[in-house]
């Protein structure tokens, strides 16, 4: 990041180059990203962009001023102009171009999972480890949530005591058909997974996977609703509720209670109309997702920028790579617990450090 | 219940007689009764009173305009002028006293436990069913409380469509010193062992007793907040938190999610106010439950009394012999479930009828 | 209220007899109020009834166990079967049947308004405290509904510190077509203007009412949202929403701003309910006001049998004859304010007491 | 903004230069908005700064990477680094500043207000008429607030119907001493007035400002709280509640009664507790403005240097020159209001156009 040349006159400092940022993948995600980075991010500017299918890389970066297509992932990580690489592929791809991007000692943003299963993840770890630094940012967006923020403000200032129970809801309208058990614990529960990791800073030793009864709009072979119960070392519980065909909307709600106070975040209510219609008063629920996070998507990937401008390389508060291993760690634990009855004991390999990479949130 | 003497004037219906209600047990629940009968429910009056100690049984007679005192339950329950009888003694004699009741041919509200164990309880089951007809009404007073009452309603008229989960949390400012896990099953849990009976209106066939991390305000031996699990014979999963010692106040709140809409009951809000003080905005929580459940124990007294006049004995979504039965099952399993891990099968006698006894909600 | 004859092993007071209520007017209210009086208030039976339409009178008494129908207004006053009146007939007729009350010494209880102006109303105040006791009862419920009380209370307490603002909404489904400008002052307005007398305890000096665009929902003739502005002895300022053709349902909500806190009223939420339908979470609007206050108008009936019963008349809080009158001159200059710019002077007459009559709230 | 040299590859268009922004007056809003440019606004930096205080402009000019310190507001204007003028002086320069940036054609974003009274504002609008196209953008941030676009959303696909009464309240912890009734109307209810403007796109016609009881806590001289009453061409009625004292913290809500349905914005809620201390749940009052609305300026400063960037210059739903001059006429005729009974009549010039300036919103 050189000096641009700045006027005879100039009484601060020089304007600094945005960050060049390489975007490997570009589908819904990876195409939100572009246009988030292209449009709302301070301080950064996709240079460069690919994808596997070419077309589709091309027809993305018409939205990024300036950047340019390339063929494979291998060349955005290697590009000249690539100060730092966001990776939005599919995840089968994360643990090797993480990899890479260690390698190449390029800060990485990696859209979760970081790896397929707990091993691949574990060595990402141990890698960026002996790079001798954190340079790898996992996209746990809800750290980055204003609600999620608040809640952990409030127990880090010590508002709300020791955490007792943490209870988690987790609801979409509705999930594509081929959605499974499986899919619920890697792509559902995953996201209160990691917000255990967030909130409570401790390790899970065990979590129960419990299906019962359920609604006649699940797509074939999905127990839906869904309830997890994890433990963590500490012995607090953890319950998180997972349906994700309510027709309804999406709803994200977290309750912690603590030996002081209890915390609730996600009833922000919006627009609160009384209507003629039914004779009723209420707000909407988001259809999805995108409107319920926009914004946390946005505050994530500014802090990534920030950190990786400052040389910090990994925000405050933004899930690492330790956490995209202990996420993987807990739902193989999971998905163990949807075939046998009672709680499955969660086993991690140990963390490296403290000397090396960034040890702490 | 004879007709008074009316006017030659009149036109309608003589004046029925309040029904005599005999009182057993006044204690602070007792007294409570006697004087809601006596000030605030229609159609009745307290006319006989027994406690063991006699001197409370006087004081609290003061309160009943025309009530007299008797030495025993016996005598209560023989009265000629005792219509139907009210046990508010402790628990251990409830199954004496109720089968007594029904020996005697009359109706019978007694608190909360029908019996101190599943075996006692059935035993007031069979004799209730051999006795020809339903005459026990069991003080499970939420049954009456308006919010109890939308969600039924709304799951009746099919609004929520399938029930899938119920979420019951269940919370005190405090307990007294010597409160056990034990009684937090048997005392607190209880309510909502009720609750799936009265809005699932299905067998529990499960129920596993988790406890974690207590806070530091809990009594010697308490683990608190303590989770229950519990599972209906259709599937339908339900979780109940407990937590006594919250230090805060008195919170009930219950969610239904159906496959076609979920609903909440029990944060409703009073007076919200903005205060200078700490610059927030809220409103109070009840100190125990008898500001939020007040009007249920008005309710559900006056539903008994109603059912006593039309000569029903039972009120409609009363508790019934059969619900106080299933709740000493189920508590019974869940105690169990205390000192071993996984969930514990409840096991439950067969229901008599339906031909004798009222066979339904 | 003579004792009965009491049983020889009493320790308790006698049993006193029921008051003996006749009802006047036995339309939609007055027949709501026997159903009341003979289903949930305790301590009172109806004892007479009349209507002018004498077949209506003998349908209502039906639901009145022991009632008997007269044809006058004046029989039911001066029968010796009935201890104290509801009147429930058209406006027109309050003040002679209130006079007659007072003329026969029997406590009453009159749904507003007390009179037709506020001349015939100070006769009625006068002759209440030439009477030498107060005895007369108007049927403002809403002082008798928890959330008002709550206010009241927090108002008493000190806790809101001085009132500086009082506004005030009041939201109809709809009215019957040929509601007016002076219907919307003197049947819907009437009930925030109490709502002064009973939070603020002050006389208004000057109102203002306000007419602006108007909903095509309104019928012929109506100004309706109407805003009325009215400003009491001290300054405080009062705002009344008034919107009565909201097709949506029946809201009253009550905002007092003070010095040291703000408190709101009349936003509970009963059930909320989260719907696959639009989308949405909310709560059902009250279809109209029976729902909303029915258990006002229950606590209204039950306090003032209790003051009869006891003796003192008037229940504490109840509204009273100048409560009536205050109602009546801020409703006339209101009514007067409709034709003219800017605000109206309230003139009244002198309050007669402290001698005599009950002269605080 | 001419394009940068591309690299040969590219596929996209070039990245264009960020809008360089000139900033007048960096007290602590314009300091703030030096910030929020040169950290959260995508396309823009800092070029040249002023202020009267010139180490001040020199220290906010710090955190502006590149930035340049100036003399005079004319330099700002002059200067060739400069695409753009953001004018945060004291309001009694604003009309100077902006004719100038329209003389020079630059666009501009001046806080409010446009200029000290109607006469001067209404000079700017005839300026920028003559001018031949808009180029005026005037800070009133709250359109850029989610709830008011929520409510204008709304409005605009006919969801609420017609607008009957809009009610404002505005509630701020406390003024500074020195604070009188003039500023009440010109710095708190002028937020309100171009409530109006944006919500209703209606010409206000009358206006009367009413004091009452004030709180003890408010300073010297100062009527808090005070009520405007405002009624629009169509006759919507609008009510703005004004307290400036409350020590409770900043509120500010709206509500909008439409003939379909009503609205409210400003309930959210964040984080909700239930707290030990007083047993109460709730939340926070923001102490000021800044949390509120922090998020509406952000997006005031990217959606203006969005308009020109791409040449629209003033970006949809900002607010513009004629607001200006429509909020300057309105609160002159709220002060007048302060010493006369009654409404004050609201005169307006003509608005230019509809050939020339852009003459709707």
Known sequence: ?????????????????????????????????????????????????SDYLRERAETVAQAAPGARVVDTPEEVIAADDVDAV???????????????CIAAGKPVLCEKPLAMNPADAHDVVRAEHESGRASVSLGFMRRFDAGYGELKDALEAGELGTPLLLNCKHRNADVLPGFTNVHMVHDSAVHEIDAISF?????????QTLTGRSTENAPEGLSDPMLLLLRTASGTL???????????????RTELVGSKATATIGQDTGLVTTQQAGGCWGGAVPADFRPRFAAAYDAEVQAWIAAVADGSLVAPRSATAWDGYVA????????????VDGAVEVTMLERPGPEGARDEH
Chains 1, 2, 3, 4 share one sequence.
């Open 1 to 49: 990041m050189n000096a641009p040349q700045s006027t005879p006159q100039s009484t601060a400092a020089a304007v600094p180059h945005d960050i060049r940022v390489g975007v490997i993948g570009v589908g819904r995600m990876g195409a939100d990203h572009v246009e988030r980075i292209s449009r709302r991010i301070k301080g950064a500017r996709v240079s460069v962009v």
């Open 86 to 100: 966001l990776i939005a592929s599919p995840g089968q791809f994360h643990r090797e171009q993480v990899l890479a």
């Open 199 to 207: 909130f409570l800073e401790e390790t899970v030793v065990s979590v």
């Open 238 to 252: 953890v319950t998180d509720e997972l349906y994700v065909s309510t027709r309804s909307g999406y709803e994200v």
């Open 328 to 339: 993987a760690a807990v739902c193989e634990a999971a998905e163990q617990s949807l075939t």
